[in-house]
């Protein structure tokens, strides 16, 4: 699976939109973005994913450059329980596989008041 | 619906002692997986299940052992834990048949220092 580049740090004020990048430089044709976040050491919790569309749902919003060298994660209206450790992850999406998930060090983002 | 359940939340280990930790789902989930992670380190998956009665290495498999003898339970045993293995770890199940196999749905981790 490609591996993926985050910041390691980012500040958000509380009620703006959170702007999470990463860089995925090296993803073939058949690999999805997958997006995690881990809240203060509790188990990881799926945000969404996508292949090449931007994609949107309760959560967040995922927008995935032409060339899907890198996405972007958005919490378009940032609270403080967003403050965690947010993962990009890239892997193949398939549909019979196990999820093997290569997380790396993810950046952390602070929201604050 | 619990989700995924660990137990323990927390054990510390003398060098050399063994123990089992286990998983539970109740969503029908024909993968599981077991994931440890270091301080400010994402996590690395050990070993991991595609269905009961069978168990494949991940990423860091050594020093562990597991078993799936029921769809439901993972187990993960360390059979004489180091120093090496204090970590925090997390158990996750995915994909129940006739659904998307999107995501991995986390339990809350457990805690392990070997002393």
């Known amino acids: 699976d490609a591996k993926t580049t985050q910041p390691p740090s980012m500040d958000c004020a509380e009620g703006r939109a959170a702007n999470l990048p990463c860089n995925h430089s090296t993803i073939s044709g058949n690999e999805y973005v997958y997006w995690y976040r881990q809240i203060h050491s509790q188990g990881p919790q799926y945000i969404i994913h996508?292949?090449?569309n931007n994609e949107t749902n309760e959560m967040a919003s995922l927008i995935i450059t032409e060339d899907r060298k890198s996405s972007t994660l958005i919490l378009p209206h940032a609270t403080l329980r967003d403050t965690a450790v947010y993962y990009c992850?890239?892997?193949?999406?398939?549909?019979?596989?196990?999820?093997?998930?290569?997380f790396g060090q993810g950046t952390r983002l602070t929201i604050n008041p | 619906n619990a989700g995924v359940t660990q137990t323990p939340k927390f054990r510390v280990l003398k060098t050399g002692q063994s123990m089992t930790l286990l998983c539970a789902q109740d969503?029908?989930?024909?993968?599981m997986y077991w994931y440890r992670q270091d301080p400010g380190m994402g996590l690395r998956l050990i070993h991991y299940?595609?269905?009961?009665?069978?168990?494949a290495k991940g990423e860091v498999p050594d020093g562990y052992n597991v078993s799936r003898l029921k769809k439901q339970n993972f187990l993960l045993g360390l059979e004489s834990a180091a120093p090496s293995q204090t970590s925090v770890y997390f158990c996750a199940s995915s994909y129940a048949p006739g659904r998307m196999n999107t995501e991995a749905f986390f339990g809350q981790g457990t805690r392990l220092t070997v002393v």
């Open positions: 299940s595609v269905g009961e009665g069978t168990t």
């Open positions: 969503m029908n989930h024909e993968y």
């Open positions: 992850i890239v892997r193949v999406d398939r549909n019979q596989g196990a999820q093997k998930l290569v």
């Open positions: 996508g292949l090449k």
